[in-house]
């Protein structure tokens, strides 16, 4: 017997159950949903600021794609807020290809600057070169570079603040992540704050909504692109605890709010309260960092002549 | 009912009846990791199929 899908606000049929798993959402419902508890996100921890200058950070796969439509859609109105999208081309054949170009289908669509930066042309190499023989630690070197790129794009183009489309799945695999590597540094590291003259705020507005919510919304409003997953992901143990993450959420419905309830009450506690003397400048790049040399220097040290002193 | 998978290969399972939930779990899909494609529609995944219905399932890829 087919059950009833309607919406619970109106006559349309439902696409997706609301996080309550009672209540059932059309494409409309699902929007408005979506872009409440977005904005209620950067209420909540005073993520904007009148005057703000926002690079969102487009790599053109769908938490971005859906990141960048849904904060156009709650700015649009805000003439104080400036909003430029910056993609970071890595050079990953076979992948970015494609992205790339969604990316910049995507800003044309909403009339968005789009500031685009390479690993080539910033690092000397792409990341395929940069990666050989060491395709074990791709996520790794990645992450790092991709982190630096952005930093300096976002500088480049006089950027307040990056906001990136890490979504509520995200957030809980990087605590399990963090707790299974020891890494209490990085579980309690909040970047929302940033450092005057030291690093630019990091916002993350879609923290709150789950990837399937973000696919269900682009696929209904015809901005679903199947896309090549990153040929290097495999590597990654993200992975695998996405894998047990999202078997253990079917069974246990609060194991993701868990998890992020715990990193936020860890992060109260005020245990490594970063003490600004201790933050130096890397010899090679002058970025801030906490060593000597900054990760990203490490990393194209020992490759490229420029980051060789 | 046929089912189109992720890699876009399709089988057909003879169940008439089941949320389709219990489709996803049988074929080793988390709910939370997938969209339901039902006849056309993207639907919640506690809908019942039946046997002349579509399912296709889209795998959320991780990134981006
Ligand atoms: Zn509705
Ligand atoms: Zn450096």
Known sequence: MERDNHCSFCSRAAV????????RLCQDHLLEDLLRRVNDTIQTNNLIQ?????????SGGKDSTALIL????????RTDITVTAITIDEGITGYREETLQNAKNMVKILGINHYIL???????KDLDHLLLGKTHRACTICGVLRRKALTVAARTIGATKIATGHNRDDEAQSVLMNVMRGDITRLVQDSREGSPGLFLPRIKPLSAIYEKELLIYLYVTGHYIELPECPYASTALRREIREIISLFRYKHPEACDGL????DKVRNCNLLTPDPNTIQHCRICKEPCNGDI???CLILRPTIPKYQL | MQI???DKSSRIISK????IREILLDLGFAPSGVIVIKNGSVVPDDLIAGDDDEIRIIKIAHGG
Not at chain 1, 118 to 124: H, I, M, V, Y
């Open chain 1, 70 to 77: 849904l904060l156009s859609s709650i700015l649009k109105s």
């Open chain 2, 16 to 19: 008439d009846n089941v949320p």
């Open chain 1, 118 to 124: 390479s690993f080539a042309e910033l690092f000397g």
């Open chain 1, 294 to 296: 900054c990760q990203a």
């Open chain 1, 260 to 263: 992020i309830d715990f990193r």
């Open chain 2, 4 to 6: 189109i998978l992720p």
């Open chain 1, 16 to 23: 997706i159950l609301g996080s309550d798993e009672k209540t």
């Open chain 1, 50 to 58: 009148p005057g703000d200058h926002i690079a969102v950070a487009l």
